[in-house]
């Protein structure tokens, strides 16, 4: 059983591993802006960026001289206090909340990474992941990696190359495959860098105080004030500082922006290639009336993620739109180990069903996605239990059939309950009283972005970027090793 240390684990989640959905990437951000409190626009950058990583945060500053990293487990709000931003003094910094998708969500591997070199420190953080991590690993020596994480091998290689840092980064990010958004500094400048499939999404903005800001999503870039100025293009390296923005090409673009950023990961009020996604939800809510109608008396969302395609769903149908289920947006926030009674009350903990919106009526329930299946069979459960005489499950994505690579934990394809079951008996399985998906053509159109430069390969089985079998895996560099997962330990450096 895992022990409460008063911060937020997975391991101390009420639900059950197996019913949660698909996790995020992770999200990071970057300032450079003498004059400001650039602790404190990291921290809102980030807490802007909460959804995309819940299991540690971390921010690194320099005031021209030293840089300072600070980073534990938990939620942005757990890790930082007032007193603390205070005491983080300096005119450029970076942030990061993580996800783990390579290595274990132990504090080691909590970002920004830190190395010091000859020439002075380095800090670095990332979003995606690595796709030839171990053989970027075998360029450095064995002893060198005091984390597990493809993200502690880009900074030690880059630390380690004995040159500048825009002339080690033009080296090294060619050789490097897979998905990555990274924001990285020295004591002056800040540089931040994308994937040439541009997989994560990347924007640099322009604060009103003439400093700048580089964010996973348009919508942190709000939250601190900036103004968004461009998205940074795959395989681009840009470098901040005093004499400005400076923009420089290490590959050809190639653009496959993650499609499922638009189902899921991204915040509704984020711009994605000049696409709303709140916008895109709705539409494909929209689309999904039109090609998989039901007669029903009211459209619900899972809320949250649900909730715009519900809307379209309801604006295309005609059908009522209501506000079904409560959630509680603290659960997941409690160090409290539950019993293993509340465990099996399951989704009750994270949703509550209004049985005098819901009771004697037939409803069309609307999701973003179906992994393992276990989340749609205890509300379906829980729906009729409450009195709904019919439920009528809608999905605003395709059935998710691969896993992910570039920074998505999904499950492997074995565990997918799409990749080993057909429609029918998924709605068999979660009780419902039918099931449809939207098709793969109707969300891509939805974004309004050609299908030749987006990633389905969950949906459609097409990775940009093809993927060694043994580069595969979370615990890729433990097993390496030959060692086990790293223990967690609190603390800052």
């Known amino acids: 059983m895992a022990q409460s240390d008063g911060r937020l684990s997975m391991d101390l989640d009420p639900i059950d591993p197996l019913e949660r959905g698909p996790q995020d990437a992770c999200g990071v951000f970057g300032v450079w802006a003498p004059g400001e409190e650039v602790s404190k626009l990291t921290y809102f950058g980030l807490y802007a960026l909460q959804h995309r990583g819940q299991e540690s945060a971390g921010i ?83 002893d060198r990696l005091g984390a597990t994480t493809d993200t502690e091998v880009l900074t030690n290689l880059l630390a380690e190359s004995g040159r500048a840092m825009e002339e080690a980064a033009l080296d090294l990010l060619p050789r490097v495959q897979g998905a990555f958004s990274l924001v990285f500094m020295d004591e002056k400048t800040l ?44 395989g681009e390296l840009i470098t901040i500082d005093e004499r400005g923005v400076r923009s420089m090409r290490f590959a050809e673009a190639a653009p496959k922006g993650c499609l499922f950023e638009y189902v899921y990961l991204a915040r509704p009020d984020t711009t994605i290639a000049g696409r709303s996604v709140n916008s895109a939800r709705v539409e494909v809510g929209r689309r999904l009336a039109k090609e998989h109608p039901v007669e029903a008396d009211l459209v619900i969302p899972v809320p949250e993620s649900g909730t715009p395609a519900a809307v379209g769903y309801a604006e295309g149908s005609g059908i009522p739109f209501a506000q079904g289920l409560v959630k509680n947006s603290y659960v997941g926030r409690t160090f ?16 509550n069903p209004l049985r005098e919106v819901i009771e004697g009526k037939r409803l069309v329930v609307v999701d973003d996605s179906i992994v393992r299946g276990n989340t749609q069979r ?8 409450a009195g709904a005489a019919e439920v009528h499950v809608r999905i605003s994505s395709p059935p998710v059939l691969w896993p992910c690579y570039y920074g998505v ?5 074995a565990e997918l309950i799409a990749g080993n079951l057909s429609t029918e008996e998924i709605r068999a399985s979660i009780d419902a009283d039918s099931l449809a998906y939207i098709a793969l053509d109707e969300l ?8 030749s430069r987006l990633c389905r390969a969950c949906f459609d089985g097409v990775y940009p970027i093809e993927v060694d079998e043994d580069s595969r895996g979370k615990y890729l560099l433990e097993k390496s090793c030959g060692s086990k997962p790293l223990t967690t330990a609190a603390g800052a450096q």
């Open 60 to 142: 690194a500053l320099s005031d021209g001289e030293r840089i300072l990293v600070y980073k534990d487990m938990g939620l942005v709000s757990q890790v930082f206090n007032e007193a603390t931003l205070d005491s983080l003094r300096g005119h450029l910094a970076i942030g990061h909340c993580r996800y783990s998708t390579t290595g274990s969500p132990v504090w080691e591997n909590a970002q920004p990474t830190f190395y010091t070199a000859r020439d002075g420190g380095l800090a670095l953080g990332h979003n995606g992941n690595l796709i030839n991590t171990p053989e970027l690993a075998a360029m450095l020596p064995s």
């Open 191 to 234: 540089y931040a860098a994308r994937d040439p499939q541009g997989i994560r999404p990347f924007v640099l903005g322009r604060l009103e105080s003439g400093g700048w800001a580089v964010a996973s999503e348009t919508a942190a870039l709000d939250i601190v004030g900036a103004t968004m100025v461009r998205e940074i293009e795959p």
């Open 336 to 351: 409290i180990q539950p019993s293993q009674t509340l465990r099996q009350l399951g989704i009750r903990l994270k949703l």
């Open 378 to 385: 205890a509300l379906v459960r829980m729906l009729r239990e």
């Open 409 to 413: 934990d999904f499950a492997t394809k």
């Open 444 to 451: 891509i159109a939805a974004t309004q972005v050609p299908k």
